[in-house]
């Protein structure tokens, strides 16, 4: 079992930043990629980004290519979304998430966080 803990939401204006943080814990050795996830009420959660953990490679999805960025910290199992020039539309749930890279590029979970509440006010 991996357990993910996030930190780091809050709210912010628009055109600002925020960094989110997501520390693994468990059983990481089975992780192969984490990333984040985001959510908005009546909405399926979409992709956001996530990275390889042993190489770093990094996948965005194209809403936040750009504006966002997807680091590691392996020695302290950790992942950070530095989130810049951030616009209303970015306002949601954010989860962090672990598991593989399929071949579209995007993050299949296998271990969810519990969440953060992103807001970006106009």
């Known amino acids: 079992q991996v357990r993910l803990v996030e930190s780091g939401g809050g709210l912010v204006q628009a055109g600002g930043s925020l960094r989110l943080s997501c520390a693994a814990s468990?059983?990481?050795?089975?992780?192969?990629?984490m990333g984040w996830f985001r959510q908005t009420p009546g909405k399926e959660r979409e992709f956001v980004a996530a990275?390889?953990?042993?190489?770093?490679?990094?996948y965005y999805a194209d809403s936040v290519k750009g504006r966002f960025t997807i680091s590691r910290e392996n020695g302290k199992s950790t992942v950070y979304l530095q989130m810049s020039s951030l616009k209303a539309e970015d306002t949601a749930v954010y989860y962090c998430?672990?598991?593989?890279?399929?071949?579209?590029?995007?993050?299949?979970?296998?271990?969810w966080g519990q969440g953060t509440q992103v807001t970006v006010s106009s």
């Open positions: 468990g059983s990481i050795f089975s992780i192969y990629a």
């Open positions: 990275i390889s953990w042993s190489r770093g490679n990094t």
């Open positions: 998430a672990a598991g593989t890279i399929d071949v579209t590029t995007t993050l299949v979970p296998r271990y």
